[in-house]
Nanobody, 115 residues
């Protein structure tokens, strides 16, 4: 089992920035992609961004051009840089490790964007 611990959430005004971090407790070679999901109150959980072991990235249309996912393999850490934040970005953000087998999930970090 790999533990994923998110940090960096908080309260920010619209137009501001936050950087989320996700630290994995150890390297797991069954993991092929790291991702960030989010869930807003009353809404379904949605994929925000993902990065493969090879460095390929993809983003939800709603965050393209504003969010950037990156990874530091030496530190077993994935980041989500969020710029030009909007009130509709308010949600709990979850770090996810996609793998052959059950995925790993972090506990989430709250991001609140005020208007």
């Amino acid at each position: 089992q790999v533990q994923l611990v998110e940090s960096g959430g908080g309260l920010v005004q619209a137009g501001g920035s936050l950087r989320l971090s996700c630290a994995a407790s150890r390297r797991d070679f069954s993991i092929h992609t790291m991702a960030w999901h989010r869930q807003a109150p009353g809404k379904q959980r949605e994929l925000v961004a993902a990065i493969s072991n090879g460095g390929s990235t993809n983003y939800a249309d709603s965050v393209k051009g504003r969010f950037t996912i990156s990874r530091d393999n030496d530190k077993n850490t994935v980041y989500l840089q969020m710029d030009s934040l909007k009130p509709e970005d308010t949600a709990v953000y979850y770090c996810t490790a996609l793998r052959a087998g059950p995925n790993y999930w972090g506990r989430g970090t709250q991001v609140t964007v005020s208007s």
